[in-house]
């Protein structure tokens, strides 16, 4: 790899990472001040509800862009980032006044002047802050079956259905944190590129389709993700000649949420991280399956083939949260939250 495709690797890492931490530094600052949204996170009908929401909110999205109204999805994801933001500083500034101005800070950025770095910022705020939200109300079987029903739904729906394509087609123009975007070019500005390969969605599906595989071209660097289900994808004249590629904001919270949640919920024993107090083993094995999961997403990205992200990611995420589970001593029954089910 050159030196712009291990440039892009490291942001993308880095934002994953900032992420996961983020998530996990909130996670006791979240239970304390009630922000658990559910009654019994132990109740797997919870993930059900949730996953019901996504599809409701990808339908709602479709007929948006088909029916030109594009700025109220708009709307919605900058409202969101003022209050996925708010839930962030509002954990870490003692003055409520600040938070509630620093939350609105980061809206009017993004309305104003949505460059690259300023969506990755709020990205990483919105990634957190739900990651955070979603580790404490999820428990362990909640969150496992939440992230491998969305990893088989994102499978489908970018080598099945492919609706994916009609999202990403609608939501790049509009420049909002939906998407976390990873330059490769120091020089590359979001606000300057004007997607003018977006017209080809349908035209590069299809011919990719028949080898099985569905590339979405825009102006020669590609990627999707719309709510929680993504597909990170690339154009076939590989990664050397794009200035960016783009992963879904999805693909970043849904491992998140069992990192979190395995630290929250694992009666395993805290690592004694200082300013990581909820990190535990399988908390961190999970981390290290979702980089492990990361890795290979992008090097197949880079070779130029569209893939869904959460596949991956949610199974490495899972995997490692298992394997560190048994590392320290927590029956496998136990750790898949199904104990008091036997």
Avoid: C
Avoid at 113 to 135: H, K, N, Q, R
């Amino acid at each position: 790899m050159n030196s712009r495709v291990l440039r892009g690797v490291a942001i993308a890492a880095l934002i994953f990472l900032l992420v996961q931490l983020g998530s996990l530094a909130l996670v006791p600052t979240f239970f304390d001040q009630g922000y658990q949204t559910v009654e019994d996170p132990t109740n797997p009908t919870n993930s059900l509800v949730y996953i019901g929401a996504i599809l409701v909110a990808t339908a709602l999205m479709l007929a948006a862009f088909r029916y030109d109204f594009e700025q109220a999805v708009r709307a919605v994801v900058l409202l969101s980032s003022v209050m996925l933001s708010w839930y962030v500083f509002s954990a870490i500034l003692p003055s409520p006044v600040l938070a509630v101005v620093l939350a609105v800070g980061v809206g009017a950025a993004l309305f104003l002047y949505p460059e690259w770095y300023v969506i990755d910022t709020a990205g990483v705020l919105m990634g957190a802050s739900a990651g955070g939200l979603f580790g404490i109300s999820f428990g362990l079987l909640p969150a496992i079956l939440l992230l491998s029903v969305l990893a088989v739904y994102d499978a489908i729906s970018v080598y099945g259905t492919e609706h994916m394509l009609d999202l990403a087609e609608g939501v790049m123009d509009l420049r909002i944190p939906v998407v976390l975007v990873v330059p490769l070019s120091l020089s590359y500005s979001l606000l300057d590129d004007d997607f003018g390969g977006a017209a080809d969605v349908h035209e590069e599906a299809a011919e990719g389709g028949a080898n099985g595989e569905t590339a979405t071209e825009v102006d020669g660097e590609t990627a999707t993700e719309v709510d929680g289900e993504t597909a990170t994808e690339a154009v076939a004249d590989g990664a050397a000649e794009r200035d960016a590629f783009f992963i879904g904001l999805g693909d970043a919270v849904m491992p998140s949420v069992m990192v979190a949640s395995a630290a929250f919920f694992s009666p395993a024993e805290s690592l004694g991280v200082g300013w990581l107090p909820a990190l535990n083993l399988p908390a961190l094995t999970s981390m290290i399956g979702v980089f492990a999961g990361l890795g290979v997403l992008l090097w197949a990205v880079m070779k130029g083939r569209a893939h869904a992200g959460l596949p991956l990611l949610n199974g490495g995420a899972i995997g490692g949260y298992l394997v560190g589970s048994l590392a320290a001593g927590v029956p496998v029954v136990q750790a898949l939250g199904l104990a008091q089910y036997l």
